[in-house]
Structure formats: C-alpha cells, structure tokens
C-alpha cells in the first residue's frame, strides 16, 4: 500500500463498511503483518560456506561434495520448516475461509425459501395478495419504505397476519434475507 494508503482503507471500513468488512480487513492486515514478521526472523538464508580447495578424496555425502565444489549450500537448505509450515497455515486459513461480505446473498435465498416461500412464492403474498413483496407494493404498503432496513424490522418484527421472525433468525439471517428480498423485488414478474 502506498503511504498512508491502509489508514484511508480502514477509514472506509469504518466508515462507509460494515463490521463484517473491517473484520476482514482487520484479518488480512494481521495476517500480512504475521508473515512480514516471520520472514524478517525466520526466513530463508544461505549461509555462507568456506572455499575448500578441492580435494581428491571425497567425504563420503553427495551432499557434501557439491557444497564443496560449488562453494554454496544447496538451495533447499536455506528453508526453515517454521516458515514453510506458518506459510502453509496462512494459506490453509485464507483459502479455507468464506469472504466476509455485506449480505450474503445466497445465505438469504436459501433462508427466504425456508422460511417465506409458503406465503411469498415469486414475489406474491398467498394471505393477503395485494401486498406483494415485490418493488412497487413494498415501496406503497411497507412501513419506511423500500429500504433494506425497513425489510429488516418486517422480518424481524412482523405486522399484521405476518409472524415475527426475529426468535427463529439470528441477526446475519435476518441482514442477509433483507438484502436478498430488497436485490430481488424488482426482479420477479
């Protein structure tokens, strides 16, 4: 990063990010940070052998002979098993791990037809069918409009003959469900 380009990074998370992407950032700093460090102490280094004049007998390694010809370690010997095996964890951690993001967006597809599609298949309302969950009637009929947090307090809360939500969801359900109800609602016919 450029100079002082990570304090305008976590600025952003901070600021304009959800907690979940400065967790991410926070994550990935920590871990680059662990990485300089290991490499500073126990990176790999060559050490440096003496010239040996060559010698017709041969000291019995193969090894050692070509150390000796050469006048270097070979290039395997510089390689600390610590580092290999923190670089291994790094890797194992970043790439085993899911991207933490705004809103999940499949998570809340998948929690919408759990949970809604006995009532709100594609979009519509089987108990009270002017009150559809799609664009132009959530913008008409949905308390605070046609907003992410407003789709929120519905679920979590429930109004009228809908059930309240907000015992059976966690909070990242209920996040992730909104967003994806709010990014589909245009969408359904």
């Excluded at 990010?17 to 990176?43: D, I, N, P, Y």
């Excluded at 090894?63 to 964890?89: C, E, K, M, R």
């Excluded at 790439?95 to 298949?121: K, V, Y």
Aim: with cysteine; charged share 15%.
């Amino acid at each position: 990063l450029a100079v002082f380009g990570w304090q305008r990074l976590v600025f952003f998370c901070l600021f304009v990010g959800s907690w979940k992407m400065m967790r991410a950032v926070c994550l990935t700093v920590a871990a680059c940070l662990l990485a300089q460090a290991t490499w500073c102490f126990v990176g790999p280094s060559t050490p440096s052998l003496p010239n040996k004049a060559p010698s017709s007998a041969s000291s019995g390694s193969s090894i050692s002979a070509a150390s000796d010809a050469s006048g270097q370690a070979p290039s395997w010997a510089g390689w600390n098993p610590l580092t290999f095996g923190v670089a291994l964890g790094l890797l194992a951690a970043v790439a085993g791990s899911r991207p933490a993001l705004a809103a999940d967006l499949e998570n809340g597809e998948a929690i919408f037809n759990g949970n809604c599609t006995a009532c709100h298949a594609g979009g519509n309302n089987s108990v009270n069918a002017e009150k559809k969950i799609k664009k132009p009637e959530l913008e008409k009929y949905l308390t605070g409009g046609y907003n992410v947090a407003a789709i929120k307090t519905q679920v979590t809360n429930g109004k009228n003959s809908m059930p309240a939500f907000g015992d059976k969801l966690g909070p990242d359900d209920i996040d992730d469900v909104a967003n994806w109800v709010y990014n589909q609602a245009d969408k359904w016919d």
